[in-house]
T-cell receptor, first 112, second 114 residues
């Protein structure tokens, strides 16, 4: 079946550090891949997405590249800020489905 | 206001009481979802709906009831609340089927059952 696995947290970084959150997936066909972010006290919101192999999604300095050969969609940011502290969810949707499959979420703490 | 709204934002109820969480979206999205979020469990799907009058169970439906008489509303009812239902509940909607569907989330309802 379809599933998403992401690295366990929490991840704690100092401001301006480099961020990587790993995400791998299992899916039949050609899924679309997403990163959602949840700031404290809020619902999830879309951060970025990629709909086909080798596509790069980007937003707010975050990037992720759809790697079909490694079934991965790792989230990266070159220099994190305190305001990036949140929970990050990797997710996929798939042809013929309408439910989003979410990973377990990774909590990021950024220290000043 | 456009978007997806949940009410109430916070609710405290007693064990055994019935409680209804409301969800309203203004986009006329076909698909709507209820999730609960608990530490260590991520997001778990409770119920979903593909259209008005069409609902189906998700991963953790026991103890919950939904209805969808209008496209824009998708209330979630806890028939007899238990402490294990203390959680943060999120409603979401999606306008498309298939690989391009993006989910839009409400702000959540924090429910405490005492």
């Amino acid at each position: 079946g379809n599933s998403v696995t992401q690295m366990e947290g929490p991840v704690t970084l100092s401001e301006e550090a480099f961020l990587t959150i790993n995400c791998t997936y299992t899916a039949t066909g050609y899924p679309s891949l997403f990163w959602y972010v949840q700031y404290p006290g809020e619902g999830l919101q879309l951060l970025l997405k990629a709909t086909k192999a080798d596509d790069k999604g980007s937003n707010k300095g975050f990037e992720a590249t759809y790697r079909k050969e490694t079934t991965s969609f790792h989230l990266e940011k070159g220099s994190v800020q305190v305001s990036d502290s949140a929970v990050y969810f990797c997710a996929l949707t798939y042809t013929g489905g309408f439910k989003t499959i979410f990973g377990a979420g990774t909590r990021l703490f950024v220290k000043a | 206001d456009a978007g997806i709204t949940q009410s109430p934002r916070y609710k405290i109820t007693e064990t055994g009481r019935q409680v209804t969480l409301m969800c309203h979206q203004t986009w006329s999205h076909s698909y709507m979802f209820w999730y609960r979020q608990d530490l260590g469990h991520g997001l778990r799907l409770i119920y979903y709906s593909a259209a008005a009058d069409i609902t189906d169970k998700g991963e953790v439906p026991d103890g919950y009831v939904v209805s969808r008489s209008k496209t824009e509303n998708f209330p979630l009812t806890l028939e007899s609340a238990t402490r294990s239902q203390t959680s943060v509940y999120f409603c979401a909607s999606s306008g498309e089927q298939g690989r391009h569907s993006e989910a839009f989330f409400g702000q959540g309802t924090r429910l405490t059952v005492v």
